[in-house]
């Protein structure tokens, strides 16, 4: 397998809008970000996955862009992007920008024009057909509900949109859209960035006619065109966005001869808490087989060909620790287990935002808490559908994209150090108790177990490109696996649970890391795990 630096490096990613505010209106902003590269550093990241930080009307939080050019005046100016590229380079971090290609915003030109004559040159860039006011084209639904088609006043005809109807969908088929989009992918390498992460891209390829949404027939040849066009030749990472693969899908896109992207971000294993066929509001307790497998899975697949993208958070999943941990009584204990899990594996893997500090999800109590529209349109989307209020909420408490949203807690002042103003969002309350500032000052903390992590990967070829082989796949408790390199061997033995359990293993173990006090040399024979323990060991003879 190719060696390559993005295998061994740790992505970050920023949520610009509640990370750090430098200016006091509330909202987070670039200098805010420039101001904690230091954090960055002493946590050991080597990648900033930006979220979107274009200008936008801000419908879906900067994913709808009405420049792709330029950058939001709420996070600064582009002189500032260029410094915080520059100063990440100094530092040895580079820059992953978002790039929104399935869609833009209803405010950009493009569809400014494209909506005001059906004969104006832009008219093809974005989808439109034909019906009236009481018929929709056709069936199709927004990922964020209600139809994904909105009628047009100016010329009386939809357009699709896939999200919300402030977003409407590109259409990929025109090639001078295609020509645009390479142009501006070219602007920002030219700027110095080193990577991209490529929203919904499996969406690309749709085919509204035969309701193809996903992994429609044409995606593939897209992406390879934009390789060739863009950052093909050049030293750059890419991770697609890709709620619909399955492992075969998984493998065109990141095997490195289809010269498409490097890896995807593929959601399979998020749904190991989702009634199968149902929505991501459809709950039910984890399956934790299916979780271990589909994890497995994913590792053996793309084992020979292709690369995987490991991570457990971003700005649409709610925080983790109250996800799959405990985020009460062993909040600690089970974010490092966690994050054992996870970047004990092979692949590249993504930390966001508060996640090295164990941040939680927030007490929501009413609708009124929440910004998200998808959060907001589901409410009311299922209140008409006779859901009870109940129901609705635990689902939202649960899976809502604004858990991960809050501020960033920094310390223990005026609204968590996120900002000296009033905040955009809300901050959690817990905040005197979980923040950057605490965690810094205590050597057991998460923080430091996440930078540990880190720089095992750095340090240890193994944790790299190590093969991988689960171990114990019908334990309904431990988390388990082993990585191999020349005759070198590590276990990683994890107590998913809070019950006490027992793990056996021929051999010994020296360890190499743990979220409990250990002998340095231990017995595999028996372990008995206690709480969330998690062990990183090599098997000694
Ligand atoms: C992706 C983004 C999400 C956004 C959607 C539409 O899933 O991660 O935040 O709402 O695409 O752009
Ligand atoms: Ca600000």
């Known amino acids: 397998m ?51 930080v274009y200008p936008s ?57 494209a909506k005001s ?26 990922c964020f509900g209600g139809s994904a088609w909105e009628y047009s006043q100016q010329t009386g005809e939809y357009y699709l949109h896939f999200f919300h109807k402030k977003q409407p969908d590109l259409n990929w088929e025109n090639k001078n859209v295609r020509a645009e989009i390479w142009k501006m992918i070219n602007y920002w390498i030219d700027l110095g960035v080193k990577g991209f992460r490529l929203d919904v891209i499996d969406m690309i390829g749709k085919v509204p006619d035969l309701k193809i949404k996903e992994n429609g027939p044409k995606l593939h040849e897209y992406l390879q065109e934009m390789n060739k066009k863009t950052f093909g030749n050049k030293d750059i990472v890419t991770v697609g966005e890709c709620w619909g693969a399955d492992t075969e899908i998984g493998k065109l896109y990141s095997s490195p001869e289809r010269k498409e992207l490097n890896m995807i971000f593929q959601f399979e294993q998020m749904q190991s808490d989702q009634i199968e066929g149902g929505e991501k509001w459809d709950l039910k307790p984890l399956d934790f087989i299916y979780l271990k497998n589909t994890f497995a899975k994913w590792q053996k697949e793309l084992a020979e060909c292709g690369w995987n993208s490991l991570f457990w958070n971003n700005h649409d999943l709610p925080r983790i620790v109250s996800r799959w941990g405990n985020d009460k009584k062993y909040r600690v204990e089970s974010a490092k287990m966690l994050a054992t899990v996870l970047h004990g594996m092979k692949g590249t893997p993504y930390i966001y935002q508060g996640e090295e500090i164990g941040m939680t999800n927030y007490p929501f109590s009413n609708i009124e808490d929440f910004a998200d529209v998808e959060a907001i349109n589901m409410y009311y989307e299922r209140k008409q559908k006779g859901y009870s209020q109940e129901s ?97 061997k590590w276990l990683i033995i994890c107590n998913f649970y809070e019950e006490l359990t027992t793990f056996e293993y021929s051999g010994k173990g020296k360890i190499i890391l743990s979220n409990y006090e250990q002998q340095e040399i231990i017995l595999l024979e028996q372990i008995k795990l206690r709480p969330y323990e998690a062990i990183i060991c090599e098997v000694i003879v």
């Open 2 to 52: 190719e060696e390559k630096w993005w295998k061994n490096s740790v992505v970050y990613q920023i949520y610009p809008r509640s990370f750090c505010d430098s200016n006091r209106d509330g909202i987070g902003d670039i200098n805010g970000i420039r101001s904690k590269l230091w954090y960055l550093k002493e946590l050991g990241i080597d990648i900033i996955w930006l979220s979107p």
């Open 57 to 113: 009307p801000n419908a879906d939080n900067g994913y709808d862009i009405s420049d792709y050019y330029g950058i939001s005046p709420e996070f600064g100016t582009l002189e500032d992007m260029k410094k915080l590229i520059q100063e990440c380079e100094n530092n040895d971090i580079h820059i992953m920008m978002d790039l929104v290609l399935n869609h833009t915003s209803d405010e950009h030109p493009w569809f400014l024009e």
């Open 117 to 142: 004559a059906t004969d104006n040159p832009y008219r093809e860039y974005y989808i439109w057909r034909k019906g009236d006011i009481d018929h929709v084209p056709n069936d199709m639904t927004s």
């Open 392 to 488: 609705i909420m635990k689902s939202l408490c649960a899976k809502a994209r604004d858990n991960a949203r809050t501020p960033m807690q920094w310390d223990n002042s005026h609204e968590a150090g996120f900002t000296e103003g009033k905040p955009w969002y809300h901050v959690n309350p817990n905040y005197t108790k979980i923040n950057v500032e605490m965690a810094l000052k205590d050597k057991n903390s998460i923080f430091y177990y996440y930078q540990k992590l880190i720089k095992l990967r750095k340090q240890n070829t193994i944790l790299v490109y190590g093969t991988f082989e689960l171990l114990c796949a019908e334990n309904k408790h431990i988390f388990a696996y082993a990585r191999q390199w020349n005759e070198k």
